[in-house]
Antibody, heavy 115, light 107 residues
Framework: EVKLVESGGGLVQPGGSLRLSCAASGFTFSSYWMTWVRQAPGKGLEWVANIKEDGSKKYYVDSVKGRFTISRDNAKNSLYLQMNSLRAEDTAVYYC????????WGQGTLVTVSS | EIVLTQSPEFQSVTPKEKVTITCRASQSIGSSLHWYQQKPDQSPKVLIKYASQSISGVPSRFSGSGSGTDFTLTINSLEAEDAATYYC?????????FGQGTKLEIK
C-alpha cells in the first residue's frame, strides 16, 4: 500500500522559510517521479512542482520559481520542498504525491503565511 | 500551458441519477487525463486514470471517456456517498494543471 506522510507545515511570517518533508513507503520510491500539489483554503488544486526519479529534472509552477526548491533523498525514501520568501498567497495545504501519470496523495500539511 | 475547463462547476443531483462532468483541454493531451474525487477535509483520491482506465477499489459506477481535448466523467446511479468535489488533471506536459473542480451536492 502506498503511504505518503507529509510534515513540516506551520505558521510562518511573510518573507520567512519553511521546509516540508514527505516520508514514502509501500513502493519503490526511487522508481517514481514525485509531485507537490497545494490547495488554498476553500480553493481548488494547484500543481506546484515535480522531480524525476533520480532528481536530475525538476519543474515548477511559475508562481514559485526562484523561491521553492524540490528535492529528494532516495536512500531515505523522502521528498522535500524548501520554501523561501513566503507570501500570504502561499497559504495552503501542501500535498505530496506519487506520480505514475495519475497521482497518489498523502494527507497533506498546512502552511500558513501570516504576520 | 494547458488550461483545463470543467463543467458544470456545481450540480445538485438526486440519488440514482446519472451524472456527467466534462473537462475540456485548451490543446490536445491525448489520453493523459485523470479524474479525482475529494471529500471535505480529505485528500483527493484517483477515480479514473488515462481518460478511461479503471482503478482497483473504485466502484464500477464511475467511468471515463474521451481523448484529445474533450473528456467526460460519468457516475451511473449516484449514491449519497458520492457527494464531493471532482477534479480533472492533465499529465501530458509541464506545467501540470487541474480543472477548477465540480462540486456535487446530493439532494
Amino acid at each position: 500500500e502506498v503511504k505518503l506522510v507529509e510534515s513540516g507545515g506551520g505558521l510562518v511570517q511573510p518573507g520567512g522559510s519553511l521546509r516540508l518533508s514527505c516520508a514514502a513507503s509501500g513502493f519503490t520510491f526511487s522508481s517514481y517521479w514525485m509531485t507537490w500539489v497545494r490547495q488554498a483554503p476553500g480553493k481548488g488544486l494547484e500543481w506546484v512542482a515535480n522531480i524525476k526519479e533520480d532528481g536530475s529534472k525538476k519543474y515548477y509552477v511559475d508562481s514559485v520559481k526562484g523561491r521553492f526548491t524540490i528535492s529528494r533523498d532516495n536512500a531515505k525514501n523522502s521528498l522535500y520542498l524548501q520554501m523561501n520568501s513566503l507570501r500570504a498567497e502561499d497559504t495552503a495545504v501542501y500535498y505530496c504525491a506519487r506520480d505514475s501519470g495519475s497521482l497518489d496523495w498523502g494527507q497533506g500539511t498546512l502552511v500558513t503565511v501570516s504576520s | 500551458e494547458i488550461v483545463l475547463t470543467q463543467s458544470p462547476e456545481f450540480q445538485s443531483v438526486t440519488p440514482k441519477e446519472k451524472v456527467t462532468i466534462t473537462c475540456r483541454a485548451s490543446q490536445s493531451i491525448g489520453s493523459s487525463l485523470h479524474w479525482y474525487q475529494q471529500k471535505p477535509d480529505q485528500s483527493p483520491k484517483v477515480l479514473i486514470k488515462y481518460a478511461s482506465q479503471s482503478i482497483s477499489g473504485v466502484p464500477s459506477r464511475f467511468s471515463g471517456s474521451g481523448s484529445g481535448t474533450d473528456f467526460t466523467l460519468t457516475i451511473n446511479s449516484l449514491e449519497a456517498e458520492d457527494a464531493a468535489t471532482y477534479y480533472c488533471h492533465q499529465s501530458s506536459s509541464f506545467p501540470y494543471s487541474f480543472g477548477q473542480g465540480t462540486k456535487l451536492e446530493i439532494k
